[in-house]
C-alpha cells in the first residue's frame, strides 16, 4: 500500500527557512511515470501547487514561488524534500505531498498534510 507522510517543524520564524520531508512507503520514488508534489492550503484559502520533482530528478516550479523554492530527492531513503526560503506569515498553511501518476493523468495518493505556522 502507497503511504506519504510529510515531516516537519511545525513552527518557524519570518525569515527562516523551511524544510519539510515527504517519507514514501510501498512505492519508489524512482518508479517511472510519477511526479512527486508538494501542495499548501492557507487558512480560509484554496489548495495551491508550490512544485514537483519527478521519477528521474527534473524539478518544476510555481512561477510565484521559484525563486524561494527548491525540491530534493533522496532515493536511498525514499524520500523527497521541500525547502522554502524567506518565509513570512503568509506562508502559514497546511502543506501537503502527493504522488501524481502520468497514465492516468490523477493525484492518486496524499499524505495526511502537516500544518506550519510562521510566527515570530
Known amino acids: 500500500q502507497v503511504q506519504l507522510q510529510e515531516s516537519g517543524p511545525g513552527l518557524v520564524k519570518p525569515s527562516q527557512t523551511l524544510s519539510l520531508t515527504c517519507t514514501v512507503s510501498?512505492?519508489?520514488?524512482?518508479?517511472?511515470?510519477?511526479?512527486w508534489n508538494w501542495f499548501r492550503q492557507p487558512p480560509g484559502k484554496g489548495l495551491e501547487w508550490m512544485g514537483a520533482i519527478t521519477f528521474d530528478g527534473r524539478t518544476y516550479y510555481r512561477p510565484s514561488l521559484k525563486s524561494r523554492t527548491s525540491i530534493s530527492r533522496d532515493t536511498s531513503e525514499n524520500q523527497f524534500t521541500l525547502q522554502l526560503s524567506s518565509v513570512a506569515p503568509e506562508d502559514t498553511a497546511v502543506y501537503y505531498c502527493a504522488r501524481y501518476d502520468m497514465g492516468p493523468v490523477t493525484y492518486d495518493y496524499w499524505g495526511q498534510g502537516t500544518r506550519i505556522t510562521v510566527s515570530s
Open positions: 510501498g512505492f519508489s520514488i524512482a518508479t517511472s511515470n510519477y511526479y
